[in-house]
């Protein structure tokens, strides 16, 4: 017979804080979310009202610079063409996103998919609102780097979220914290 367990003790205890389930992941999600949209969105507004018509400015000599582009089409401006694809494909990517965040129980993977989420709703409300018009607006994009090509915040949520995506990937962690063969 087994003894009964001992209710002075968590279940989840063994687990580490990084695997523990609770509303702290989707806090989480939630906060790194608006927090990059939120940024994106004002550097955005800034970009367009101080950046347009001007030189570039420097800020990092020989690296980075403050550059105003509308940008039709993907990273590299790939795909100037298929606007209305790139806004469709943006839109699955948001639902999909959002749909996996209640299963998130590691904050690796939480951190990775709201910064995915933020970059792809940050570009996708630009697509939406910008001129030309809906599905088919222009990205707002001001950071350059050097002339290799120039982004936005969403841009490097979207780079950050990858690098974290392919990590947590390699290293065999779930969504829910469990190890692949564990």
């Not at 687990?15 to 955005?44: H, M, N, Y």
């Not at 507004?45 to 105003?68: H, K, N, Q």
């Not at 590691?106 to 409300?125: C, E, F, K, P, V």
Request: hydrophobic share 50%; with cysteine; charged share 20%.
């Amino acid at each position: 017979m087994d003894p009964a367990p001992d209710p002075s003790v968590d279940p989840h205890e063994s687990r580490s804080a990084e695997t523990r389930p609770g509303r702290s992941t989707i806090g989480l999600f939630v906060v790194v979310v608006v927090v990059v949209l939120v940024i994106d969105q004002v550097t955005k507004v800034l970009a367009v009202d101080r950046l347009v018509g001007r030189e570039p400015i420097e800020v990092v000599p020989g690296f980075l610079s403050l550059t105003f582009l509308r940008n039709p089409g993907a990273a590299f401006g790939l795909g100037t063409s298929m606007t209305v694809l790139l806004s469709l494909v943006a839109v699955v990517v948001c639902v999909v996103v959002a749909r996996m965040a209640p299963r998130l129980r590691d904050r690796g993977w939480t951190i990775a998919l709201g910064l995915l989420l933020a970059g792809a709703l940050g570009n996708l409300s630009d697509r939406l609102f910008r001129e030309p018009g809906f599905l088919r607006g222009h990205v707002v994009d001001f950071i350059d780097y050097n002339g290799w090509f120039v982004g936005n915040v969403a841009d490097i949520a979207l780079t950050v979220a990858a690098v974290l995506v392919v990590w947590r990937s390699w290293r065999g962690v779930g969504l829910d914290g469990t190890r692949e063969g564990a």
